[in-house]
Nanobody, 125 residues
Framework: VQLQASGGGLVQAGGSLTLSCAAS????????IGWFRQAPGKDREGVSC????????YYSEFASGRFTISIDKAKKTVFLQMNSLKPEDTAVYYC???????????????????WGQGTQVTVSS
């Protein structure tokens, strides 16, 4: 399984970014992809996840209302639209895949088996 995260960059506070996670190299009939982030000196924390088949999405409290996760099942690509970005959103964002689905909550990093390399998001004040 390969996960390729992209779309990070530098943005001013209040701006928007869309991250992409392209998944490949597997034949699971169903799966979930989650986004996590890790800021320097902090633990990795969950942002959002989505089940590929039923489309149910789950968000952390800080992401709810500002971030939107979506999936293009044909391309096995998950998007994370991030609006109203804040300096505290600065982190490396990772996508991860869980083949044990459906998920009923975002969960913790150890619940996801496969990880991408991460993409840096920097929000300036």
């Amino acid at each position: 399984v390969q996960l390729q995260a992209s779309g990070g960059g530098l943005v001013q506070a209040g701006g928007s970014l869309t991250l992409s996670c392209a998944a490949s190299g597997f034949t699971f009939d169903d799966y979930a992809i989650g986004w996590f982030r890790q800021a320097p000196g902090k633990d990795r924390e969950g942002v959002s996840c989505i089940n590929a088949n039923d489309g149910r999405a789950y968000y952390s409290e800080f992401a709810s209302g500002r971030f939107t996760i979506s999936i293009d099942k044909a391309k096995k690509t998950v998007f994370l639209q991030m609006n109203s970005l804040k300096p505290e959103d600065t982190a490396v964002y990772y996508c991860a895949l869980d083949p044990r689905v459906p998920r009923f909550h975002l969960g913790l990093p150890y619940e996801y088996d496969y990880w991408g390399q991460g993409t840096q998001v920097t929000v300036s004040s």
